[in-house]
């Protein structure tokens, strides 16, 4: 699975069904230059979910309307409603575990 950049004009269309993870970053934040690799290693364990990522500074709409503060925020969408927020630094066993819960076995 890939991890697919999304922007202001599409960010709800593409996390409006099922379960979806939005990494919020920014290309100077050294905290995101660490999650990315997490991310993309987490999107290969889980074919179910829908894995993207959001440069804040590219898309202040989006960000402004999520209340996004600080970066890396990791959304947990299901069903297009965020049921998680994770902010900061997570590794991919916390962000696997996290997920767990919303996904359907």
């Not at 996390?15 to 290969?44: F, H, N, R, Y």
């Not at 590219?58 to 409603?81: F, V």
Request: hydrophobic letters at 40%.
């Amino acid at each position: 699975m890939t991890v697919e950049v999304v922007n202001d004009r599409d960010f709800a269309q593409k996390t409006g069904q099922g379960v979806s993870l939005v990494d919020m970053w920014a290309t100077w934040c050294g905290p995101c230059k660490m999650q990315s690799p997490v991310i993309e290693a987490v999107s290969e364990q889980h074919p179910e979910v829908y894995f993207a990522k959001m440069d804040v500074d590219e898309n202040p709409a989006t960000s402004e309307e999520l209340g996004i503060q600080a970066i890396p925020t990791l959304l947990i969408k299901k069903d297009g409603e965020i049921v998680e927020r994770l902010v900061g630094y997570h590794p991919i066993k916390q962000v696997n575990a996290v997920l767990a819960k919303y996904i359907e076995n």
